[in-house]
């Protein structure tokens, strides 16, 4: 039996590539920036931030945003491919179900109504992964509701969901004022400012257990993929099969969302790019993806800070501007070359 | 002279006649009802001594007092075209990015006057242009008159001590220092700094404004930080998030009212002289 030791191959050739990318990215990402600082002045004192500006600026400025762009970009690919496994949609991405509408309205409500409040750290970033998680469960509600969770009525219940929220927040938005408004606009862009250790090390803890378990989920969705019935014939549960899958996604979605706003584009584009490297087998995607889709975004970020130094670009308009093309170029490459 | 000759001067002489009979037909027709959609506008307006003649104002105008008790026409992005035409102006001030409006207004054959908001010079330029469109034009020579001497004697104040580094932040997401919007080298708020006897730490940059990350910042090492707040209860919670930055505890950090301090007035004497009182605070008056 040949096709187990190729998928093994398989996965260890995607592990590896988007691994490189990964650790090329955290290696290269703190060492430039909107400035030039002296490397050795860096490690000379570290610790003395107040007194060695190197030092602040490389752990503080740079390090803690490197290490929040690869756990945004990894959550939001790993999420991506298991919304596209699920609902066999290959343009599903974590935003389809209207996590993201969710956690805009519940993040500008807070900007709107709770300006410049105290524990700014976490007012944002809990209203908007409680908005997320709330979109999730009215979809996975009506969703049952109307006959068990076959992905057509999840699709249709996130679209009108995202419709309706979307409209809500546009409310909100037009009643804000002037820097409310621009606040607004700004979240939408997506954002991996403001990370401190601190938040890093809560994001880290509330993601670790969902990779974990979504990486074990490769066979699963693969036979998922092949249809409800090919599924339950293997004996898996498909209705709570998805409602689980969904469920961690989502929570990882919102998480993501939660600190660094709706960043686009990496959550559909990574995991098909990996698709399109290794293969449809979703014991290659999810690690690919998780993998990839952290280098991707650590990568856009380096992007986004150095491109017109000191002046900086938002990260959601340099995913799309740079994912774009290089994926237009992997499926044009590899999508013809297959068929 | 012969007949010919006569006819042509005749005919010139009517020429003329036309030409000239809608000019000063204008010139005579000075606005007597004037609405403003723009705050630093509604400023000039009233400082000219055209304040008399204003029958409304922007959602977002504030000053002088006088302007409570004038009707709301709207802000920059939702402009009240019906509240407008309401109280019958025949002089509209707006902002240049309000084309539509502009089409509108002049379509029902109303004058509309773009007031572009910028550099303390243009501020000053508009309102001799606005004291000639309204016939003030003695009121307008006096207020450019007032702010030239009076940002000339701050300038003055400050002349010869040593410049400190200066930081101008328009905004940032409270409590962190991500969405740090700071002021470049162009602009007003630039002006002013430069003017106070500081030197702006992006003064490079040339942009009235652009977000900065948190690096930029720390790279430049300021000695003194202005932030434009709108609410004072603020100050001091933003005072110690600076302070405790690293390398920032002996900064001198500076709220600035963002309700008028933005915005290009003949206010700007005063802004200018509370800025040079925090960056000099010896400095001789």
């Keep these: ?339 | 002279m012969t007949s010919s000759e006569l006819s042509w001067r005749v005919a010139l002489a009517g020429l003329f006649a036309l030409l000239l009979a809608p000019a000063s037909g204008l010139r005579a027709q000075v606005p007597q009802r004037v609405a403003s959609l723009v705050p630093a506008a509604t400023e000039v307006l009233f400082a000219i001594g055209a304040g008399g003649r204003v029958v409304g104002v922007g959602d977002y105008d504030d000053y002088p007092e006088a302007v409570e008790a004038l009707p709301r026409l709207g802000g920059l992005v939702d402009p009240n075209l019906e509240g407008i035409l309401a109280v019958r102006p025949d002089f509209v001030v707006i902002d240049p990015a309000q084309r539509s409006l502009a089409a509108q207004l002049e379509g029902v054959g109303i004058r509309v006057y773009p007031f572009a908001t910028g550099s303390i010079q243009e501020m000053l330029q508009h309102a001799r242009s606005l004291g000639r469109e309204l016939d003030v034009d003695a009121g307008a020579a006096q207020v450019v008159s007032r702010v030239a001497d009076g940002l000339a004697s701050v300038a003055a104040s400050v002349a010869g001590r040593p410049s400190p580094q200066v930081l101008v932040v328009f905004g940032r997401r409270p409590g962190s220092f991500a969405e740090l919007w700071v002021s470049g080298g162009v602009g007003f708020l630039h002006d002013v700094i430069e003017l106070a006897g500081g030197r702006n730490v992006f003064a490079d940059i040339a942009r009235p404004s652009f977000k900065s990350g948190l690096e930029g910042v720390l790279s430049r090492a300021p000695d003194v930080v202005i932030e434009a707040l709108v609410e004072d209860a603020r100050a001091a919670t933003v005072r110690a998030e600076w302070r405790a930055l690293p390398g920032f505890a002996g900064v001198k950090v500076v709220a600035i009212d963002s309700r008028w301090a933005l915005r290009p007035s003949p206010r700007v004497v005063r802004l200018a002289t509370e800025v040079a009182d925090a960056l000099h605070p010896g400095r001789s008056r």
């Design chain 1, 1 to 339: 039996m040949s096709p187990p030791v190729t998928a093994r191959r398989r996965r260890a050739r995607i592990v590896v590539l988007s691994g490189t990318l990964l650790a090329g990215a955290l290696l290269v990402g703190p060492l430039v920036g909107a400035t030039d600082i002296d490397l050795g002045a860096v490690w000379s004192d570290p610790f003395d931030w107040a007194g060695n500006p190197a030092a602040a600026i490389f752990f503080m400025a740079r390090l803690p945003r490197v290490l929040l762009a690869a756990l945004v970009g990894g959550s939001l690919a790993l999420a991506g491919a298991t919304y596209q496994s699920l609902l066999r949609n290959p343009l599903a991405s974590p935003y389809t179900l209207g996590v993201t509408a969710g956690a805009s309205l519940m993040t500008f409500l807070v900007i709107r109504f709770l300006p410049g409040s105290g524990l700014a750290e976490f007012t944002v970033p809990g209203a908007a992964l409680a908005g997320a998680l709330a979109t999730t469960m009215l979809v996975m509600v009506l969703a049952t509701r109307t006959g068990g969770t076959p992905p057509t009525v999840l699709l249709l219940a996130g679209v009108t969901l995202n419709f309706t929220i979307g409209a809500a927040v546009l409310l909100v938005q037009y009643f804000a004022d002037y820097t409310a408004t621009a606040r607004m606009v700004r979240w939408m862009m997506g954002d991996l400012e403001g990370a401190t250790y601190r938040l890093l090390a809560v994001l880290f803890v509330a993601s670790l257990p969902v990779w974990v378990l979504l990486l074990r989920c490769g066979r699963t969705f693969n036979l998922m993929s092949l249809g409800l019935e090919e599924a339950q014939a293997h004996g898996i549960d498909a209705g709570r099969a998805t409602r689980r899958g969904l469920l961690l996604a989502s929570w990882l979605t919102g998480v993501a969302v939660a600190v660094a706003g709706p960043v686009g584009f990496v959550g559909i584009l990574v995991p098909h790019a990996v698709r399109l490297v290794g293969g449809v087998d979703y014991r290659v995607v999810l690690p690919g993806a998780l993998l990839g889709g952290a280098g991707f975004l650590v990568v856009c970020d380096v992007l986004a800070r150095v491109a017109i130094r000191p002046v900086e670009l938002p990260i959601g308009v340099l995913t799309a501007c740079l994912g774009g093309p290089f994926f237009l170029f992997l499926l044009l490459r590899r999508g013809f070359a297959r068929d």
